[in-house]
C-alpha cells in the first residue's frame, strides 16, 4: 500500500500542480514531507513496538495511514495536501520498521540475504502497477482516486494484521530518548526544508542555506547526545562497523540518486516531451520492469562476485543509465527510451537490494534492532532528499537561461548528468571495502581467500 502511494502519485503531479495552481515542481514539497515525516517518527516505531506490542502498532498505523489517505483525496490547496501527507507519513513510519524488525529478529545470517530479497517482493510489485494506474486514473478521471484506493486496502490490511502479527512485547522495555528524539527530528525537519527551498524558483538561497546548516549542527549534537547516552534513541555506535557505515554514509549518496529517478522522469515526459498522464506512466513502467527483472538473480549474482565488486561495477553501470537518460529527446523512438529505462531499473534494484544486504551482514542479532532503526531513518530520510535533489538541479539547471522561467528538456538533461556525477562520487568508499566484506551473508569467497 505505501509502495503504490508512492508511485501512484508521480504521474500524477502536473495535474495536481493545476488543481492547487501551483508550479509542478513546487509539489515535491508535499512529497518530501510525506518522505520526512517518516524519517522523522520511524525511531519511535521500534520504542512503540517494544513497549505497546507489534500487532498494536502495526494495525494503528494502518488505520492513521488509511485515514490520513481519505484527507489527501479531500486537499484543496497545497498545504492542507501537505498537511494530510504528514499525517499519512506518521502512519507509515509505524508499518515498515515494524515489519522488517519482526523478519530480521528471526532470521539467521546464512538466510539473511534470501530474507531481505523476498520482502522486497510485494514492494517492487507496487511500483509496477503504480505508473499505468496513476497516469491511467489522472487522464481518464482525477487524482483523487489515486488516494481513494487506499481505503479497501486499508481495511484488508488491518484485518490481515489482526491475523498473522503476534503481539510481542519487550520485557525489559528501555525509557523514551526524547532529548535525541528532538534533537534527530529537528535536524531531519530542517536540513530537508533546506533543501526544499533550494529546489523552488522563488526561495531565498540564504534562508535555504541557514536552514541546511542549523540542521548540519543538529545532526551533530544528536549524534554527540546519543553517543553519551545510557538508552540513546538511535545505535549511532553500530557506525563503527565498516559495512554498516558504508551502507549509511555512501549508500545514503546512492539512495538519494536512485530516488530522483521517479521524480524527474515524468516531469521530463509530461513537461518536457509533452505526453499525457498515462503515456509518461506507460513509459515509467520500463524502469520498474527492470527492478522487477533482475531480483530473481540478484542473490546468484551477489554471492558469485560478492558485495564490494557488485556495488562498484553496478555503481558505474548505474551512473551509466543516468547519462542515457540525459540524452533522450522527445523525437527518441519508443523502443528506445524503454531499453534506456529497463537497464536503468536493472542497475537501481541491484544497487538497492546490495546496499540494504550488506547492512546487516556484520550485525549482532543483540544490535540488530538499534542497527535497523537508524538504518530506516536513513533510508526514509535519503527519499525526502532524492525528491529535493531533483527539484535542485532543475533549479540549477534553470539558472543556466535567466529570464526563462519554464522547464526545457534541456534543464532535464543537466539534472540528469548533475545526478549520474552524484553516483560516482559515492563509489570510492566501496572501493575500500575488503574483498570478503558481508560473506558470512553472501557466501562469496574471493581469489585471495581462497588462495590463502
Not at 509502495?3 to 492547487?20: E, K
Not at 501527507?85 to 539467521?108: D, F, K, N, S, Y
Not at 532529548?179 to 538561497?205: D, I, K
Request: charged residues 10%.
Amino acid at each position: 500500500m505505501e509502495n503504490l502511494n508512492g508511485t501512484v502519485i508521480a504521474t500524477a503531479l502536473p495535474q495536481m500542480a493545476r488543481s492547487f495552481s501551483v508550479a509542478p515542481v513546487d509539489l515535491s514539497f508535499g512529497m518530501s514531507a510525506y518522505l520526512l515525516t517518516l524519517a522523522v517518527f520511524i525511531p519511535i516505531s521500534g520504542w512503540a513496538a517494544d513497549r505497546i506490542g507489534s500487532r498494536t502498532v502495526f494495525a494503528s498505523a494502518i488505520a492513521v495511514f488509511t485515514a490520513s489517505s481519505l484527507l489527501c483525496a479531500l486537499s484543496d490547496g497545497l498545504w492542507s495536501f501537505t498537511a494530510a501527507r504528514v499525517a499519512q507519513g506518521i502512519g507509515g513510519a509505524m508499518m515498515v520498521p515494524v515489519g522488517r524488525l519482526v523478519v530480521l529478529r528471526a532470521t539467521e545470517k546464512a538466510n539473511l540475504m534470501r530474507a531481505i530479497a523476498t520482502i522486497t517482493w510485494p514492494g517492487l510489485v507496487a511500483p509496477i502497477l503504480g505508473p499505468p494506474l496513476g497516469g491511467f486514473i489522472t487522464e481518464y478521471a482525477n487524482w483523487r482516486w489515486i488516494f481513494l484506493l487506499n481505503l479497501p486496502l486499508g481495511l484488508i490490511g488491518l484485518g490481515l494484521s489482526f491475523w498473522l502479527i503476534p503481539n510481542r512485547r519487550e520485557t525489559n522495555g528501555r525509557p523514551f530518548d526524547s532529548v535525541g528524539f528532538v534533537l534527530s527530528g529537528t535536524a531531519c525537519v530542517a536540513v530537508v526544508y533546506g533543501m526544499e527551498l533550494v529546489g523552488q524558483r522563488s526561495a531565498n538561497l540564504l534562508w535555504a542555506a541557514c536552514s541546511i546548516g542549523v540542521g548540519v549542527l543538529l545532526a551533530i549534537a544528536a549524534v554527540w547526545h546519543m553517543r553519551r547516552g545510557e538508552h540513546p534513541l538511535l545505535d549511532v555506535g553500530a557506525a563503527r562497523i565498516q559495512t554498516y557505515a558504508m551502507s549509511i554514509r555512501s549508500g545514503s549518496l546512492f539512495r538519494i540518486v536512485i530516488h530522483t529517478v521517479p521524480f524527474l522522469l515524468p516531469l521530463m515526459f509530461q513537461v518536457g516531451f509533452g505526453l499525457d498522464p498515462f503515456a509518461s506512466g506507460l513509459l515509467i513502467l520500463a524502469v520498474f520492469s527492470g527492478n522487477l527483472a533482475i531480483k530473481p538473480a540478484t542473490s546468484f549474482i551477489l554471492r558469485r562476485f560478492g558485495f564490494r565488486t557488485v556495488l562498484i561495477g553496478n555503481g558505474l553501470l548505474m551512473a551509466g543509465s543516468l547519462m542515457g537518460c540525459a540524452m533522450l529527446w522527445p523525437d527518441t523512438p519508443v523502443w528506445v527510451i524503454a531499453i534506456v529505462l529497463f537497464w536503468g531499473g536493472v542497475c537501481r534494484s541491484m544497487q538497492f537490494t546490495a546496499l540494504a544486504t550488506l547492512a546487516f551482514a556484520d550485525i549482532s542479532k543483540a544490535r540488530m534492532s538499534g542497527a535497523n532503526t537508524l538504518s530506516s531513518v536513513a533510508q526514509q530520510l535519503t527519499m525526502g532528499m532524492g525528491i529535493a535533489a531533483g527539484a535542485m538541479t532543475l533549479r540549477f539547471a534553470g539558472m543556466l537561461h535567466p529570464g526563462d522561467n519554464g522547464v526545457s528538456v534541456m534543464d532535464f538533461h543537466v539534472a540528469f548528468f548533475i545526478i549520474a556525477a552524484t553516483a560516482l562520487v559515492a563509489l570510492p568508499e566501496a572501493w575500500r571495502l575488503p574483498e570478503d566484506a558481508g560473506a558470512s551473508v553472501s557466501g562469496h569467497i574471493g581469489k585471495r581467500l581462497a588462495t590463502t
